[in-house]
């Protein structure tokens, strides 16, 4: 039986969410930016445990065998560290009212980049004879050809960085462009009729959390970004997409039993696991 809810597809939902949260933080924005700095921490904080709930029900629903178990467990543990890192900016800034330590947000963003690189590879690894030698090679490519001028921003400014600043600043976009290449090539699967719809909703949203990593690194050097900018809507698009496309692989958008399809192609298989 079809649910209310589900009279809309998750396609719709997805942009209804997108356009909601733009116009929230942009009204935030008028208010000021304590409010706007209290609003996007508070949505970030939301949308993280949200999707940390819908990614430890998939590994109950998974287990540990195969490569999605594992690619399961791991997107939990990062989605774990990303939702410490919401909590630390909201347990000191909002609850506490001082500034958190410099760098404890960035300890939890960063190894959750590495946790989340490693699952999405272990979820990709069943393709890997549909993705040639060619499409890596073209990928790091634009990849590094990204990296350079992030590296570069960053390298003409370091004199007003300290070590520690340096170091970090230097993380994040390494780390976004290794992250980078596994990301297209998923949205690449995707329109070639290899990885489902939530699969590419992840990489999506990955990739537009690089885009914001790089907007508000070239905004912080400028020293025009403060928290609550209008940027940070990025950030929380990432959660957004990143819980609709597991809440539809979960079947909250389908009254469809979907329980013989495939959690990596979404159709009826046996040779991706």
Not at 8 to 21: D, H, K, P, S, T
Not at 98 to 122: N, R
Not at 154 to 166: A, C, P, T, V, Y
Not at 202 to 209: A, D, E, H, K, Y
Request: glycine share 8%.
């Amino acid at each position: 039986m079809q649910l209310f809810y589900q009279r809309f597809n998750v396609q719709e939902y997805l942009l209804f969410a997108l356009l909601g949260i733009t116009a929230l933080v942009l009204l935030s924005n008028f208010g000021g930016q304590d409010t706007a700095e209290n609003v996007t921490e508070g949505v970030g904080i939301i949308l993280s445990g949200v999707v940390m709930f819908f990614s430890v029900f998939m590994v109950s629903k998974y287990g540990i065998k195969g490569n999605h178990g594992k690619a399961w467990i791991l997107f939990m543990l990062f989605s774990a560290y990303w939702f410490c890192a919401e909590t630390v900016d909201v347990l000191y800034n909002v609850a506490l009212g001082i500034d958190a330590w410099q760098y404890a947000d960035d300890f939890f963003y960063i190894t959750g980049y590495q946790l989340f690189f490693a699952s999405l590879v272990f979820y990709l690894k069943p393709f890997s004879k549909q993705i040639s030698k060619k499409m890596v090679v073209s990928i790091t490519v634009i990849s590094i050809s990204l990296l350079i001028p992030s590296l570069l921003m960053i390298i003409d400014s370091q004199s007003e960085i300290s070590n520690g600043n340096l170091l970090v600043l230097l993380s994040y976009p390494i780390l976004d462009s290794i992250i980078l290449i596994p990301a297209i090539i998923g949205v690449i699967l995707f329109f070639k009729g290899g990885v489902n719809f939530m699969v590419s909703l992840l990489c999506l949203g990955i990739i537009t959390q690089i885009v914001g990593d790089n907007s508000v690194l070239f905004l912080s050097l400028q020293q025009i970004y403060y928290p609550g900018h209008l940027v940070e809507v990025l950030f929380l698009w990432t959660y957004t997409m990143f819980a609709f496309g597991i809440s539809n692989q979960i079947g909250l958008f389908n009254s469809n039993d979907k329980e013989e399809s495939c959690p990596a192609c979404g159709k009826t298989c046996s040779g991706h696991n």
